[in-house]
T-cell receptor, first 114, second 113 residues
């Protein structure tokens, strides 16, 4: 089975721009979560989607948003980019069956904001 | 909210020796505790996990122990090998229906040949 895929792998943007990142979960997985990883703050939860609905949300400003499509693929969007948004953005998928807690991570998208 | 503390931040051990990484959590409702290994340029990879109804779990050279009373869990790697060198993260969540993982700050493990 193919793993979680994320595109693009690397991205360079300038302050004020917006960006959209894409995540394709493992086939059959319906839950998708997004995390931000930075050297200073570590791994932080952004949000989680299941069946096209946001089910959980972390403590990030409204500039960070996401969505999920009917095929479980997910996108996250960051508007009005700031220098501090430079990070590795990770997507994780989960089967979302009872007692299936394991989250499988993709390789991430490295976003650099200049 | 949940807070997960992880120690040590760096750890160097001789090849063949054991390595132990410790984490504590604050949310008594947490009941799922995974450990992830992250190599340079890659996403975190699950290496072992444990649920609150189990005190210990082992998979070959890797074991995890959980003390719910103390809100403490640990990763044990025996017979370390050079390929074990990586950053290791502990995490905690409430499990099904609330999948948010709260991560520790990571431990950079270096295996000295």
């Amino acid at each position: 089975k193919a793993g979680v895929t994320q595109t693009p792998r690397y991205l360079i943007k300038t302050r004020g721009q917006q960006v959209t990142l894409s995540c394709s979960p493992i086939s059959g997985h319906r839950s998708v979560s997004w995390y931000q990883q930075t050297p200073g703050q570590g791994l932080q939860f952004l949000f989680e989607y299941f069946s096209e609905t946001q089910r959980n949300k972390g403590n990030f400003p409204g500039r960070f948003s996401g969505r999920q499509f009917s095929n479980s693929r997910s996108e996250m969007n960051v508007s009005t980019l700031e220098l501090g948004d430079s990070a590795l953005y990770l997507c994780a998928s989960r089967p979302d069956r009872d007692a299936q807690y394991t989250q499988y991570f993709g390789p991430g998208t490295r976003l650099t904001v200049l | 909210g949940e807070n997960v503390e992880q120690h040590p931040s760096t750890l160097s051990v001789q090849e063949g020796d054991s390595a132990v990484i410790k984490c504590t959590y604050s949310d008594s409702a947490s009941n799922y505790f995974p450990w992830y290994k992250q190599e340079l340029g890659k996403g975190p990879q699950l290496i072992i996990d444990i649920r609150s109804n189990v005190g210990e779990k082992k998979d070959q050279r890797i074991a995890v122990t959980l003390n719910k009373t103390a809100k403490h869990f640990s990763l044990h790697i025996t017979e370390t090998q050079p390929e074990d060198s990586a950053v290791y993260f502990c995490a905690a969540s409430r499990g099904f229906g609330n999948e948010k993982l709260t991560f520790g700050t990571g431990t950079r493990l270096t295996i000295i040949p």
